[in-house]
């Protein structure tokens, strides 16, 4: 089945971006099943929070709610009598008393085994039995001045703001506690009939309505700081999961480190002893020391062997040299090194090699250059691993460009160039990292184990320099490396003369020459008193 021009172009989404999709899925879905197993429609986590503080701000105003009903109590006295204002005032503390009881018992329970709807039709119930408490009492009596209006209408906004703001993560308790009192204030303006008493009713109805917004908006603010902080506790979470996962995972490095450490170190021994056998045997046999071959490939069998086991010494070596540089474990022997001199060395050693393949060496280095304090045998093998590279990937009729000179800072570099195929720019990571090939490397005949650039990367760090990589496909590659003004050996300066001494001058007649000092390198007798 053969697909369409658009199904093919369409790229294949990143994982990061997948794992969020499916990060946000099951938050909808889960935020969804909440809503639908909650009776206010918010999660049923939330349901608990607004309940516990509901019943949290009536414990808390218990007290301000005993002071005002035996103020009101008191007052209405005045013009209902001593015996009914009584029997109101206990009615509404038994009602309180009844409320702090179940707030108390709402408190006391488990969260897990709250019935969030019971509770809630509960509260509900009993603010609305306190609210027609408070309507009996403000009810214009018979025979009563018109002047107790405005003290009724002062009453029901202090019990309409004080009920708002108690029961503002329960509206609905709110509004049974309130819709009872105003309502009852507000037609006993009507039933007077004058225009103020109109207006007074207006007035209440308008203040029921302030405050049932006034409720609605501390319910929403108090809805945003739960969402808040669950979404907080849910970060926490994340981060503490994430967190014990990487030290699970950073434990399991550590272990996977020191196995391999110890595997390294078995190994090394396990297989050097009998390659250093082989080398032997192979030199031995190769250069004929006891005699010729009866047969003639025998000699040339030798000579496989023996650069096949320097090979694989060589490798040897290279793994062990990375391991020891991954654990911080490589010690540097640190000595005045000529950085001329070294590359001289390596490319002596590598000229023939490039010969055979046709290649060209220019050597191009600044003169009297100082020398640098650093590992003569990490440099070494810095430069060889290089030309080794840049000899490899070079096709025959190359040119390669070896450079030593002065950075703009006082340092001092070293430049490998070549005119080989490059390196393609998103594959430098991989060659760069341990094990790494790229895409020319593969196709060589001359496959490495891809540790050469890694181990040189390394050892450039510990000298605390710098390593670039520069190519282009079809133009050639560059490696550049640096060295710190830390590292070079300037020359001091030459010491300066002493001044010649000069003669004192005469003293003039009668005078006397004060008493000589002792020299500061004599030792002055000590002298206990």
Known sequence: MSLSTDQRDVPAPPEGSSAKRRRAAAQHVREARDRLTSSTG???????????????????????????????????????????AGTWTSAVLVIHAIIITKCRQFLAGPANAVNSRAWRLRFIMLD??????????????????????????????????????????????????????????A??????????DYILAMLAVAAQCYFTLLTFRLYTTQLATLEARAEKDALIGELETAKSISDEARRRAEAANVAKSRFLAQMSHELRTPLNAILGFSE?????IFGP???????????????????????????????????????????????????????HLLQMRARNRGLTLHEVFEAEMPKLWADERAIRQICLNFLSNAIKFTPPGGEIWIKAGWTASGGQ?????????????????????SFGQGSNSIKSAEQGAGLGLPIAKSLIDLHGGT?????????GTEVIVTFPPERV?????????????????????????????????????????
């Open 413 to 433: 570099y070293l430049s490998v160039k070549d005119t080989g195929p490059g390196i393609p720019e998103e594959e430098i990571p991989i060659v760069l990292a």
């Open 489 to 529: 050996m300037a020359a001091l300066p030459p010491l300066a003369e002493p001044a010649p001494a000069t003669q004192p001058e005469p003293l003039p007649e009668g005078a006397h020459s004060p008493p000589a000092r002792p020299s500061a390198m004599r030792k002055l007798p000590f002298f206990r008193v």
């Open 128 to 185: 609305l039995f306190f609210g027609m408490a408070w309507m009996f009492i403000l009810i214009h009596p018979v025979g009563v001045e018109d002047a107790t209006g405005t003290f009724m209408l002062f009453i029901m906004l202090l019990v309409v703001a004080l009920s708002s703001t108690l029961s503002s993560s329960v509206p609905m308790a709110m509004i049974a506690a309130t819709t009872p009192v105003t309502a009852a204030v």
């Open 284 to 288: 031995v046999m190769k250069t004929e």
């Open 467 to 475: 390593f670039a990589l520069k190519s282009k496909l079809r133009i």
């Open 42 to 84: 918010t999660r049923t986590a939330f349901d608990y929070e607004l309940l516990r503080l509901f019943a949290q701000n009536r414990l808390s105003a218990s007290l301000v709610i005993l002071l005002l009903v035996g103020a009101v109590g008191f007052l209405s006295s005045l013009w209902v009598g001593a015996i009914t």
């Open 187 to 196: 037609i006993d303006f009507v039933i007077r009939g004058s225009i103020q």
């Open 293 to 347: 071959h009866s047969v003639p490939q025998y000699k040339d069998y030798s000579g496989d062997i023996h650069n096949s086991g320097v090979h694989l010494l060589g490798l040897i070596n290279e793994i062990l040299d990375l391991s020891r540089i991954e654990a911080g474990r490589y010690e540097l022997n640190e000595e005045a090194v000529s950085l001329v001199g070294v590359i001289s060395e390596c490319c």
